[in-house]
């Protein structure tokens, strides 16, 4: 296990304990650089009315990034091969941070814009960001904040509960969750938790593969599993009730570079076996997973293909001073998904 930022004096801590290095990325701007990207992120102003304009401003920011770490953000987008979570530390931040809405956003009072250039930026670097209907309104930058009714829900509104191991999954009619899902998900903090104790984890499926128990893969690797629409899908246009996917495996791919999805929202396991095979999957999760307490100035890049990701308990006051990462859903091209357009925007996604 490595801890990457201070950890919890007392929490309900998982211990991850056969992570592997090869699987994690650091990645630290240089304090010049970091005041430099600041300089010129704070020259943008009010991003959204061109958005293809500022993604071309903000891709001309980061181009500015010494060539290594320029390298470094570009390899963990590209190849198959680079580690499945990347810590990047030291980003520049905004002067000064509004309260954290306590309806989960977004804010109405933020003025300037440099936590939006750093994730879009970054997101920039990875692919393209894409806003789903369902999901925050089809923003492209997404709040993640703890919101009073759904402190127990495995969505992120969520705080008192574990946020089990997960992908995001988008529902879709083809009735597979895990094809127009995003390929990448940036994690951007703009407020730590009060008390600090907020982890982010990530369990790489080559590390979960090879934790696994050789029959529990197996069934892993079979189509014995349904899973159930996001949170955000079931409770907006279900009316609560499960929307299941047609039957997949959760792991995939070839052994040296396997798929993984899991739905935070419920997976369906078809038979006893399976179920058998999911509940390990989860506790081997928590064994090799990377852990992260987000700071102010800190992303995590996420693949969403190569690994699941997860989130401790933490308190939420509700108080304005609450937990706030902003988030983006990156997809390495838009052809692909282009079934799945809406005729008002382009980078819009029923
Ligand atoms: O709050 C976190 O650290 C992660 C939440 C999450 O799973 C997400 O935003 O997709
Ligand atoms: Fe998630």
């Known amino acids: 296990m490595t801890t990457f930022t201070e950890p919890p004096l007392e929490a309900d801590r998982i211990i991850p304990r056969r992570s592997s290095a090869a699987t994690f990325t650091r990645i630290t701007l240089p304090d010049e650089v970091r005041d430099a990207l600041g300089a010129q992120l704070l020259d943008v102003t009010e991003p959204y009315a061109d ?10 920011v980061f181009a500015g990034l010494p060539t290594g770490t320029l390298q470094q953000v570009l390899d963990f987008g590209r190849h198959i091969d680079t580690a499945g979570v990347a810590l990047v530390e030291n980003l520049p931040v ?8 306590v309806d989960g956003g977004p804010s109405r009072d933020k003025s300037t814009f440099v936590a939006e250039g ?7 670097l990875l692919g393209e960001p894409i806003g789903v209907r369902t999901e925050k309104s089809g923003q492209l930058v997404h709040d993640v904040i703890p919101v009073a009714g759904g402190s127990m829900t495995q969505t992120n509104q969520g705080s008192e509960v574990f946020l089990n191991f997960h992908s995001d999954i988008t529902h879709d009619v083809i009735g597979r969750y895990d094809i127009a899902n995003p390929d990448f998900l ?11 104790v907020a982890g982010t984890y990530y369990a790489d499926a080559r590390d979960v593969s090879a934790a696994l128990a050789p029959s529990a893969l197996e069934a892993l690797r079979s189509p014995l599993f349904r ?17 299941l996917s047609d039957p997949v495996p959760l792991i995939s791919g070839d052994a040296v570079h396997p798929e993984i999805v899991i739905s935070a929202n419920g997976v ?3 038979t006893s076996g399976a179920q058998a095979a999911l509940d390990q999957l989860q506790s081997v999760c928590r064994e090799v997973a990377h852990e992260v307490f987000l700071r102010p100035g800190q992303a995590l890049l996420i693949n969403n293909r190569k690994g699941v990701h997860a989130r401790s308990t933490f308190t939420a006051r509700y108080d304005g001073r609450d937990r706030w990462l902003q988030r983006t859903y990156v997809r390495r091209n838009l052809w692909d998904i282009r079934y799945r357009v809406t005729p008002e925007d382009r980078r819009v996604h029923f």
Do not use: K
Not at 118 to 124: A, E, F, Q, T, Y
Not at 238 to 243: I, L, N, P, R, Y
């Open 51 to 60: 958005i293809d304009f500022s993604m071309a401003r903000w891709l001309q």
């Open 94 to 101: 905004d002067p000064a941070v509004p309260a954290t809405p």
């Open 118 to 124: 750093v994730l879009l930026g970054l997101s920039g």
């Open 186 to 196: 940036v994690l951007s903090c703009v407020r730590a938790d009060h008390e600090g």
């Open 227 to 243: 899973l159930n629409a996001p949170g955000s899908y079931v409770r907006d246009v279900a009316a609560g009730s499960e929307v």
């Open 268 to 270: 369906r396991a078809l």
